[in-house]
């Protein structure tokens, strides 16, 4: 059984700093697309981050480019979003997702909540001005 663990979240000042965890289990698949998705109160959820593990490639919101990075450690099944100047519009939910087929694109991943079979709990990250 799949499962996703995030940890990491937290409240912080705009401009701070926090990195979310995201500890994969049950999931045996070398090369997939995993991901953060982040949902504020009455919004859609949204794709912030995603890596596709097989080589790397990264995508990011246009809203937090520059100020998150995606990484991954394959020996420990984790992915991180580190998030750097944070803002009060980054407080959200956050979730960690997963998936080895539908959001894989030709090497790259699909940023559509839609796409990611395997989600976390979600973890809450508040920034206050």
């Known amino acids: 059984q799949v499962q996703l663990v995030e940890s990491g979240g937290g409240s912080v000042q705009a401009g701070g700093s926090l990195r979310l965890s995201c500890a994969a289990s049950?999931?045996?698949?070398?090369?997939?697309?995993m991901g953060w998705f982040r949902q504020a109160p009455g919004k859609e959820r949204e794709g912030v981050a995603t890596?596709?593990?097989?080589?790397?490639?990264?995508y990011y919101a246009d809203s937090v480019k520059g100020r998150f990075t995606i990484s991954q450690d394959n020996a420990k099944n984790t992915v991180y979003l580190q998030m750097n100047s944070l803002k009060p519009e980054d407080t959200a939910m956050y979730y960690c997702?997963?998936?080895?087929?539908?959001?894989?694109?030709?090497?790259?991943?699909?940023?559509?909540?839609?796409?990611?079979?395997?989600w976390g709990q979600g973890t809450q990250v508040t920034v206050s001005s």
């Open positions: 997702a997963a998936d080895p087929l539908t959001a894989v694109l030709a090497g790259r991943c699909s940023a559509a909540a839609g796409d990611f079979g395997y």
């Open positions: 049950g999931y045996t698949y070398s090369s997939n697309c």
């Open positions: 890596i596709y593990t097989g080589g790397g490639r990264t």
